[in-house]
């Protein structure tokens, strides 16, 4: 057990809908990082927030945005769902800044597009 | 040209074999590397992180980097059947500030036949 909680752990929904994803990490960790596992496309980076601010992106579609609340948790909200977005989600978090580099990954939610 | 290769295998060995699982990358920039572990879709799991050139072991498992030549492989001595997963090498350069997002390769999938 990683220590990083996501929920739900499967999602099955409509194209055109909006879900969202939920994150906790690991207890004293001011990171989340957002992944996306697709079969064709492996394991992408979405984008990261430190502390409540977001750090870096990656190949983020529009239609996708995240925050990060005051106590740390994070959502991933996806919206206009399209088939293509069905995939593995996985959150990640990691130390505080200059604490090491280390990631610990989540159980994943997994979403299916119909 | 993806900026970390790695052999997707799949690769099947006899239980006690010494596995060899190798990825490339093509920016000079990267300076940290690890190596994860994945079981069925499952999050991926931690194995080995290094930043330097050189070996790293820590029991079965080996880490070996080669900054000249871009080339990072784990070796996995005594292979069991719980070994059985997805090998993802993942690579991060310096990052800016407290960004650490990770690139991924595309994974190898490990058989151990008991």
């Known amino acids: 057990d990683s220590g990083v909680t996501q929920t739900p752990k499967h999602l099955i929904t409509a194209t055109g809908q909006r879900v969202t994803l939920r994150c906790s990490p690991r207890?004293?960790?001011?990171?989340v990082y957002w992944y996306q596992q697709s079969l064709d496309q492996g394991l992408q980076f979405l984008i990261q927030?430190?502390?409540?601010?977001?750090?870096a992106k990656g190949n983020i579609l529009e239609r996708f945005s995240a925050q990060q609340f005051p106590d740390l948790h994070s959502e991933l909200n996806l919206s206009s769902l399209e088939l293509g977005d069905s995939a593995l989600y996985f959150c990640?978090?990691?130390?505080?800044?200059?604490?090491?580099?280390?990631?610990?990954f989540g159980p994943g939610t997994r979403l299916t597009v119909l | 040209q993806k900026e970390v290769e790695q052999d997707p295998g799949p690769l099947s060995v006899p239980e006690g074999a010494i596995v060899s699982l190798n990825c490339t990358y093509s920016?000079?920039?990267?300076?940290?590397f690890m190596w994860y572990r994945q079981y069925s879709r499952k999050g991926p799991e931690l194995l080995m992180y290094?930043?330097?050139?050189g070996n790293k072991e820590d029991g079965r498992f080996t880490a070996q980097v080669d900054k000249s030549s871009k080339y990072i492989s784990l070796f996995i001595r005594d292979s069991q059947p719980s070994d059985s997963a997805t090998y993802l090498c993942?690579?991060?350069?310096?990052?800016?500030?407290?960004?650490?997002?990770?690139?991924f390769g595309s994974g190898t999938q490990l058989t151990v036949l008991p």
């Open positions: 207890s004293g960790d001011l990171s």
């Open positions: 290094t930043y330097s050139s």
């Open positions: 927030y430190y502390n409540g601010e977001e750090r």
């Open positions: 990640a978090s990691g130390p505080r800044q200059g604490a090491g580099d280390t990631q610990y």
């Open positions: 920016n000079s920039a990267f300076q940290y």
């Open positions: 993942a690579i991060r350069g310096i990052s800016s500030g407290s960004a650490r997002q990770l690139t």
